[in-house]
Each structure stands twice: as C-alpha cells, then as structure tokens.
C-alpha cells in the first residue's frame, strides 16, 4: 500500500515508476508532465521498446477500436518519440498508422488504473527493461527509482483501502440551516476525504430521510460558474433539506465526475473547441461517468441509514447506490437554471446520460428563454 502511494506520487511528479510484470518489468512514465530532459533520463536507465499505453476510451476516440480490451499498448519509434507520444497521450487525430498496437498487459492496465486514481491524464509511456542488463537495476536498488509489482496494485485496487472512517465532526451553522453539522471522513488508504453535512437533528428527521450525494465541483460549487449548475443544486439543495427538517448532503471528493479537476478542464477545453461533455472525456480516455458510490454507501451506513429519499435527476446515481446496498424510497429533482453558458452541458446530460432535465428546458421555454 505504502509503495503504491509513493508511486502515485513519484507519477503526478513526472518521476518514472518501474512496473514489474509478466512480460519482464517496464519504466512508466505520465505523459502529461513528461519533459526532454525526464525522457532522456528515463531511455538511459531502461533501454528496451518504448510503447505508449491509453485507455480503451482514447483508443475508440481515436478510432482505434475492435482491438481494445481495456486499452491499448502503441509501440512508438525512438526517432522523434516525445512528439509522437505527445501526439497519442493529447491529439485530438492522432492516428498511429503503421504502427504495432496490441491490447495491454495485466501490468500495464493497473499501471493506467494508477495513473487514474492520481487524476493524472491517463496516458502513460512504457519503455521495456531488462533487469540484468539495464542501468535501471542499480536505481531501483538504490532506492532512486521505485519498482511496484503488479500484484501491489491488484492489491490497492481492492476496496478494502477505500473504507471511509470518521475523523472528526463540528457543528457549522448554515446560511438558511442553522442546525448543521459537518462529519469528516477519510478513506483508509490516506488519499481522499469526503464531508458527511448532517442537518437537523436526526431524531426530528421525517421518517424516510432526503439524501443529496453531490460530487465536488470547485469552479461550480465555490465560484457560481455558469458551465454548470452544481453550486446552486448544491445550495438549494441544503435550504430544501433544512425546509423540510433536516436531512443528509455528501459532499464527495470526485471532482469533474471523477476525472479530477486538472482533466475537467482540460475537457473545458475540448468542449470550447466543439466537443460535447461526453466526447470530450473520452476523448481525454475517460468514460462518460468514472464515479463510484460505494463509499458514500459506507458513510450512510455509519451514519446509520439504510433508507432514503435521493435528491438528483441523474437515474445512475440511483442505480449505483442501490447496487452499494441504501435502499432508495423515492427521487427528487434539483434543478439549477438554464443559461447560456450551461445549455449545452445539460442538453448533453440529458441526451446522452439519460438526466432528467425535462423540466429546467420547460421552465426556461416558459421564461421565453433560448435553449
Ligand atoms: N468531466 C466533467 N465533469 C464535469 C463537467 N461539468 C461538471 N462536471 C462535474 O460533474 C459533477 C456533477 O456532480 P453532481 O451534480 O453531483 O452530479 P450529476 O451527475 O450532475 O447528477 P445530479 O446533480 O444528482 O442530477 C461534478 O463532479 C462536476 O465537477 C464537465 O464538463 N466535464
Ligand atoms: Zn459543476
């Protein structure tokens, strides 16, 4: 656990991370922060074939299907490498012609499920080694460089490390509920911290308690942009639970539907340029939606809740939390107002993930407002 922190740290720092697998052992490197000079560190330490790795998302983007799996392993020349592997991990067309692509190793797929869990760009350079032979030998035990096995990713992957335990709790007043508590947990592999906002007092709470399970959103949530409508579904989402008297909201660490902030606005970016919400993040090789609930369903359960009324317009939320064992009584809308900044997004959510949105594009058309 401890080495695999440490390599998702040496990752998001642009350091190389030797993976040891089936097919020998390879020196990873994020390709989002790789620079000339790391790279040319990186071919003299380990001297086999390098090869770019991306996410079956990125490779259908690139219209690299059929041969996928769950990703894909590019093998890359040496001539002109940084600017190739730019190309693969970034470029809205990159096409590999010519070259070799083959699915990717047991290895090489956790080594991208780590470069997800860091919210790093998941798109990774792999260049072969050969312990006998290379340099690389020396570094790893030296201590320089980090070797991680397989079966220690496999390992952190299983979800025993992502079990929230309390930390510590405060009573906050509220704007418009006074009566609030913020209870803190963290996830027991260190990395990830959620909010737990209790409002109310639960032995006054209505029988079926509301729930709003809302994923972090900085540029919404904080700023009020007008890309999204998370800060007021998050804020009308509080006064409504207060009205009611009380009620739970989490607040989880799952920031741009779990890509991280870094890529959602690398997706803003896409979007700016024509892409839609979804395109853009697979084009970035991410799915449509990357978050999972079951630690929410572990905080309910410490909380005591087994039973909810869900606040969301979104039917996989209701779906997942099911699956994570909370029995959902009933859905309630949140609606954030359309504008035309947001219009897109939500035509987006409600087109191609299935949101009901049915009444913000009613509202606004009875406001006389262009959609
Ligand atoms: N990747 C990506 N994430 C975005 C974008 N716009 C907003 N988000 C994120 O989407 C998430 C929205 O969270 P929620 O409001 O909890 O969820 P929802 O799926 O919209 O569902 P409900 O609001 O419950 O109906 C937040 O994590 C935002 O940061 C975008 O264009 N791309
Ligand atoms: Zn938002």
């Known amino acids: 656990m401890q080495r695999i922190r440490r390599a998702l740290i040496d990752l998001r720092r642009g350091e190389p991370v030797h993976l040891a697998d089936e097919a020998g052992g390879s020196l990873i490197l994020a390709l989002e922060n790789l620079t ?27 219209g690299l299907d059929g041969q996928t799996g769950e990703g894909i392993a590019v093998a890359v020349p040496k001539a002109g490498l940084m600017e190739t592997a730019r190309q693969l991990a970034r470029g809205r067309d990159a096409r590999p012609t010519g070259a070799t692509v083959r699915p990717l190793t047991e290895g090489e797929r956790q080594a991208l499920g780590l ?14 080694s050969d312990p006998d032979h290379d340099r690389l030998a020396g570094e790893i035990q030296r201590g320089e460089i980090l070797s991680i096995d397989r079966r220690d990713a496999t390992r ?59 994923s972090a959103c900085l540029t919404g949530d904080l700023f009020g942009s007008l890309r999204c409508d998370c800060g007021e579904q998050l804020r009308s989402a509080v006064h409504a639970i207060a009205e009611e008297g009380g009620g739970i909201l989490l607040y989880l660490a799952q920031e741009g539907r779990g890509i991280g902030l870094a890529n959602k606005l690398r997706a ?22 990357e978050r999972r609930y079951e630690v ?21 939320k209701i779906a997942a939390l099911e699956a994570a064992g909370i029995d959902i009584a009933g859905r309630e809308a949140v609606h954030g107002a359309l504008n035309r ?23 606004s058309a009875a406001d006389g407002d262009q959609r």
């Open 268 to 289: 803003y970016g896409l979007q700016d340029a024509g892409l839609d919400t979804v395109d853009a993040d697979q084009l970035l090789g991410f799915g449509e939606d």
């Open 341 to 363: 900044h947001n219009a897109r997004y939500l035509t987006a959510k409600a087109d191609r993930a299935g949101h009901w949105l049915e009444e913000v594009f009613a509202d």
């Open 156 to 214: 952190f992957f299983s979800d025993s490390g992502r079990h929230p335990e309390r930390v510590s709790e405060a009573r906050v007043p509220l704007s418009g509920a006074e009566q609030s508590r913020f209870v803190l947990y963290r996830e027991a592999d260190g990395l990830l911290e959620h909010v737990a906002l209790v409002i109310g007092d639960p032995r006054q709470w209505p029988k079926t308690p509301a729930l709003r399970m809302h």
């Open 36 to 62: 000339e000079a790391r790279l040319e560190q990186a071919l003299g330490l380990a001297t086999g074939a390098p090869s770019v790795l991306l996410t079956a998302h990125r490779a259908e983007a690139l």
């Open 296 to 316: 929410a369903a572990a905080m309910l359960d410490d909380l005591g809740i087994s039973r909810v009324r869900l606040m969301t317009n979104n039917p996989g």
């Open 115 to 128: 470069a997800r869990r860091a919210t790093l760009l998941p798109a990774l350079l792999a260049i072969a």
